[in-house]
């Protein structure tokens, strides 16, 4: 059975910084792209970074871009969100997810998704 474990979130104020870190189990993710995808509550879920299974092109929405960092370490089999300069509206679930072939792909049609982790900003 494929898993895939997210860990890392927790309570931040404004302005600071949290690393959220995802490894699967039961599969070697070295040729997925990966995402990380947000819900708030009350909101739908939202595509946040993608990475590319080489590793070599990332992909951001725009509300994160220039704050987040998408990387990861296959080696580890991880894949992690360093998010900085955190914003209240930030707040949410945070999932991470895998799928075969490109950044779109995994964009739109997630294969597989982790269980989420709640990252909460106060002010």
């Known amino acids: 059975q494929v898993q895939l474990v997210e860990s890392g979130g927790g309570l931040a104020q404004a302005g600071g910084s949290l690393r959220l870190s995802c490894a699967p189990s039961g599969r070697t993710f070295s040729q997925y792209s990966m995402a990380w995808f947000r819900q708030a509550p009350g909101k739908e879920r939202e595509f946040v970074a993608g990475i590319h299974w080489t590793g070599r092109s990332t992909y951001y929405s725009d509300p994160v871009k220039g704050r987040f960092t998408i990387s990861r370490d296959n080696a580890k089999n991880t894949v992690y969100l360093q998010m900085n300069s955190l914003k209240l509206e930030d707040t949410g679930v945070y999932y991470c997810?895998?799928?075969?072939?490109?950044?779109?792909?995994?964009?739109?049609?997630?294969?597989?998704w982790g269980q989420g982790t709640q990252v909460t900003v106060s002010s």
């Open positions: 997810a895998a799928a075969q072939g490109s950044i779109i792909v995994v964009q739109t049609t997630p294969a597989y």
